[in-house]
């Protein structure tokens, strides 16, 4: 069955680099697009970026210039990175396939 | 952006009664092939969201057939038939015909 699994550090500091994998299994990254979604504490949802089956990325505007969504097909992953971190990027990161099935999600806070 | 508006923000229900929430989108989410790109999740405490209902009246493999959608190109309800314990979380809409995705900001279900 379709899985997905993020992971990644829990705490990071303040202007340093996040970096998340989701690991998926039960369908192909090159037939389906993956999405990330966050999620701060307590708020909605806020769709981040995602990478198609085509390989090509879109990302949310406001964190573009941050932002950057690559796979390895081959290990099944797809990886998120953003820098210049700030307390406002504290959030659930989820990854999830064609916003349909969701991982269970990670935890990042952004704190000295 | 398209925004997605529900209402109400909360609601709270006897179990076995049935509750509706409306969502309303900022633009016509009909796409020219006639899909309503509109997505329902519900998200229980302490988990991921999950999909109920996809392009707009479309049932999600699993979810019991107590719950349906239903509306127009930017007026949309979800309808909870016989509420049960189980249905308790947060309800989230959300748009799928373009980039970048948008959710609504909840609407968190309780019972009587």
């Known amino acids: 069955q379709v899985q997905l699994k993020e992971s990644g550090p829990g705490l990071v500091q303040p202007s340093q680099t996040l970096s998340l994998t989701c690991t998926v299994s039960?369908?192909?990254?090159?037939?389906?697009?993956v999405h990330w979604v966050r999620q701060p504490p307590g708020k909605g949802l806020e769709w981040v970026g995602a990478?198609?089956?085509?390989?090509?990325?879109d990302y949310n505007s406001a964190l573009k210039s941050r932002l950057s969504i690559s796979r390895d097909t081959s290990k099944s992953q797809v990886f998120l990175k953003m820098n210049s971190l700030q307390t406002e990027d504290t959030a659930i990161y989820f990854c999830t396939r064609s916003c349909s099935q969701w991982g269970q999600g990670v935890m990042v806070t952004v704190s000295s | 952006d398209i925004v997605m508006t529900q209402a109400p923000l909360s609601v709270s229900v006897t179990p076995g009664e049935s509750a509706s929430i409306s969502c309303r989108s900022s633009?016509?989410?009909?796409?020219?092939?006639?899909?309503?790109?509109v997505y329902w999740y519900l998200q229980k405490p302490g988990k991921s969201p999950q999909l109920l209902i996809y392009r707009m009246s479309n049932l999600a493999s699993g979810v019991p057939d107590r719950f349906s959608g239903s509306g127009s190109e930017t007026d949309f309800t979800l309808k909870i038939s016989r509420v049960e314990a189980e249905d308790v979380g947060i309800y989230y809409c959300?748009?799928?015909?373009?980039?970048?995705?948008?959710f609504g900001a909840g609407t968190k279900l309780e019972l009587k």
């Open positions: 990478i198609w089956s085509g390989g090509s990325t």
């Open positions: 039960g369908f192909s990254l090159t037939s389906n697009s």
């Open positions: 959300g748009q799928l015909l373009e980039n970048p995705p948008t």
């Open positions: 633009k016509s989410l009909l796409h020219s092939n006639g899909i309503t790109y």
